[in-house]
């Protein structure tokens, strides 16, 4: 009999800690291969780790709701002679892979269902300060945790570049969205075709630095203030939305619509055999006049991103439509994949199953990577416009308000409309204030004329 140490293995997302949600065996339980141990939860999902060999359940060595790294052990399973498990999996009681040769196996095991292996283990012991030509020589000199490099790279931030202010000469989260703080001047770009080129890549000019908003202090008085950690999702979205506001100049535009039309629409498919089984909301033709809008102003569906190089636009040329849902969990941003291929009753269904699996806390990371723009329906909750906060990676983000009767002038006379207002934020590095004056009025003409999604 041998006793194997499971350790928290990275689950494909590129992140470096979890909380332990609940625990599904205890100690003494007998589990079979690909039994589920434990929910975890990510900053991006709720995550069920199954067994990777059979056994008995040893030590539980995390309790619920803590936070452990990746990598860290989290429960111990002893498996008999017989046991049909993969030996190598985990680590032995002594602390090296299972059966495994002394200093071989390092970062190997049995492929955990639907996640892989991840590489070996690093170290997490604070490093010495690095000297100024250290950092110059190369990033990997520079003293920085593993969130803070992703980070960095996602904002396209030369750590080298970063004077560090941590305690031990680190740089620090601070120090990176500093640094990366800037506007941009951009030049104009002529709107390309929407073609059968899914990308296409465009050089822009240096940018200027601006000064990033300094951190509200923690206040403390007892029995008066609630105190809730920032982890999991709410941590994700503080961070992704702390870089949007602070590396992507946001400009906001909006205008009334008349949509009595659209819930016109909205009604007849309800009541249409065809659409029996789906879902309809004023979100669906929404969606569908965003995916049109999009096609006719492509820099809206665009990306800024940072090269080894210099500045560069990514020109999308499908749409990855985001749909910003509000779950138990926070806000979450899962994507339809190729949305400009769907048939009104298709992308009917991709919403409703998005929307469902969010409020399940099912949603995966994978559908919630590589959106190109998203739409955050703010009518739901009752209020007619905003300016939301451009997920990143993307240049624009379009806001639905409430829809409601008032009255609207049609032909000199005041009667009572469906008005809703159209709102959306974009990156001005990107987007120039005709494109996206001329994206909204897009949208805003569908929802007043769906006929026009016909041509």
């Not at 059979?54 to 452990?68: P, Y």
């Not at 624009?396 to 207002?421: C, H, M, N, S």
Request: aromatic share 4%; glycine share 10%.
């Amino acid at each position: 009999m041998s006793t194997q140490t499971f350790v928290l293995p990275d689950v494909g997302e590129g992140l470096t800690e979890a909380e332990i949600v609940s625990w599904h065996v205890a100690p003494g339980d007998t589990v079979a291969v690909n039994d589920v141990l434990v929910e975890i939860e990510t900053a991006k999902s709720l995550v069920e780790l199954p067994s990777p060999f059979a056994g008995t359940v040893g030590d539980l060595l995390v309790g619920e709701g803590e936070t452990v790294n990746v990598g860290a052990p989290i429960i111990t399973i002893t498996a008999g002679a017989d046991a049909a498990g993969p030996a190598t999996v985990g680590q032995s009681e002594h602390g090296a892979p299972a059966d495994a040769p002394a200093g071989e196996g390092e970062g190997e095991g049995a492929v955990l269902v639907g996640y892989g292996t991840g590489g070996p283990v690093q170290s997490r012991r604070r490093k010495p300060p690095a000297t100024a030509q250290q950092r110059v020589e190369a990033s990997v000199g520079v003293v920085a945790k593993p969130p803070i490099r992703k980070l960095a790279r996602d904002l396209g931030v030369d750590l080298t570049a970063v004077a560090p202010t941590g305690p031990a000469g680190e740089v620090t989260r601070d120090d990176v969205v500093k640094h990366a703080s800037q506007a941009s001047v951009f030049r104009n770009i002529e709107t390309p075709a929407w073609g059968d080129v899914r990308e296409e890549t465009i050089p822009v000019a240096a940018s200027r630095p601006a000064t990033a908003a300094p951190a509200a202090p923690a206040r403390d008085a007892a029995g008066r203030e609630e105190t809730i950690a920032v982890k999991g999702v709410r941590k994700a979205t503080s961070t992704a939305m702390v870089q949007s506001a602070y590396s992507a100049p946001h400009v906001s535009v909006w205008t009334d619509v008349d949509a009595t039309r659209t819930m016109e629409l909205v009604k007849r498919l309800k009541a249409s055999p065809d659409f029996a089984d789906v879902r309809v909301s004023p979100l669906l033709i929404m969606a569908r006049a965003v995916i049109w809008a999009a096609r006719r102003t492509p820099m809206v569906n665009a990306a800024w991103v940072d090269g080894e190089n210099g500045a560069e636009i990514r020109v999308r040329r499908y749409v990855n439509l985001g749909i910003a849902a509000a779950t138990p969990r926070g806000l979450l941003v899962p994507n339809i994949k190729d949305a400009q291929d769907l048939s009104m009753r298709e992308l009917a269904r991709a919403l409703e199953k998005l929307t469902q699996t969010a409020r399940d806390g099912k949603t995966t990371p994978a559908d919630q990577q590589h959106g190109t723009i998203t739409i955050t329906n703010i009518g739901v909750f009752g209020m007619d416009a905003g300016t939301p906060i451009i997920n990143p990676g993307e240049s624009g983000i379009v806001a639905l308000g409430t829809i409601r009767q008032k009255p609207w002038v049609v032909d000199g006379e005041v009667r009572p409309r469906f008005v809703t207002t159209v709102a959306g934020s974009f990156d001005h590095r990107v987007v120039d204030g005709d494109g996206m004056s001329r994206f909204i009025a897009d949208v805003a003409s569908i929802l007043e004329e769906p006929a026009l999604l016909l041509d």
